[in-house]
């Protein structure tokens, strides 16, 4: 096995067992409400992890605030439900920490590009090796349906009583204009393409947002719920996209709350750049070769010894 293949757990799969989808599921029963998309996510989460293959203990599903962000109590990986808005550095921090985990991030709209919106550019300027899972249902669901950073325009919820007057956040704008490395959009309508993206984000090396158009049946606006999804809905495969394509990835992003759904890979980086995990590692490779074996640290600390035991300074990229 590669050192590639050990660090993106993307690629490894574990050869002694195979895995079914119910190998991901716990006992814990979800209390979404009846027909939320979220259900449909959580399907796709098993499945995509059951291709991936591996065992659920060397996994890490860390979540936020909010409906969605209750998906890791569903699964048998370890999970972490953090606070609003803070799943991404928690996440970066598990990565970093045990590389070999295969660390997996979910929350909504609001968790993701409110609060949290700020972790956003820099979790992707690092290249953190992670998996983004945002579930858009364009509402707040879980507070009882106020407007959220990717509500429509004019949209009349429990805190726009009159209609917004805000232009909505682009989540797949802004993460490719931010420099991520994979961008898609899913559904839950079509929940095989779903699988199919889950599975492809998780095994990139590097940051990859998988951006869900996830209704809320409760609060939603009647153009995002399942049935009228399916009418919008375009494949960026049956357009003949190109998904090494940036500039064009852009375009068609620019559509995104129009009335059409596009669905597929918006961008994939035919050349990844090292992870931010990767870099640590050489850098802790160049570093270790100078340091002082451990039985001689004292001596940095005793007087007249200190000078000659000090390693050389070097210059570093």
Known sequence: ?????????????????????????????????????DFGVLTALHRALAAIGRPPHEIALVSGIGCSSRIPGYTTVYGFNTV????????????????NLLVIVAGGDGDGFSIGGGHVPHAIRRNMDLTYIVM?????????????????????????????????????????AYGAGFVAQGAPSDLDGLVRLIEEGIRYPGFALINVQSPCVTFGQAETQLKNQKGRMVKLSDMGHDPS??????????????????????YRNPSPSPTYGDEVRRRQEEQGALALPPERILELFQPGKARAAAPKAVAVS
């Open 245 to 266: 394509d940036k500039l064009k990835a852009m375009a068609i992003a620019q559509e995104y709350g129009g009335e059409k759904m596009h669905v597929g890979v918006f």
């Open 84 to 99: 609003h808005g803070r799943a991404l550095p928690i996440a970066q921090g598990i990565k970093l920490a045990n590389p």
């Open 136 to 176: 858009d249902n364009q509402i707040y669901g879980l507070t009882k349906g106020q407007l959220s950073p990717t509500s429509r325009r004019g949209s009349r919820t429990a805190s726009s009583s009159y209609g917004s007057l805000e232009d909505p956040v682009n989540p797949l704008l802004y993460c490719l």
């Open 1 to 37: 096995m590669s050192d590639t293949e050990e660090h993106h757990g993307s690629c490894c799969e574990c050869p002694e067992a195979t895995f079914t989808s119910k190998d991901y599921r716990s006992d814990l029963k979800p209390i979404w409400c009846p027909g939320c998309g």
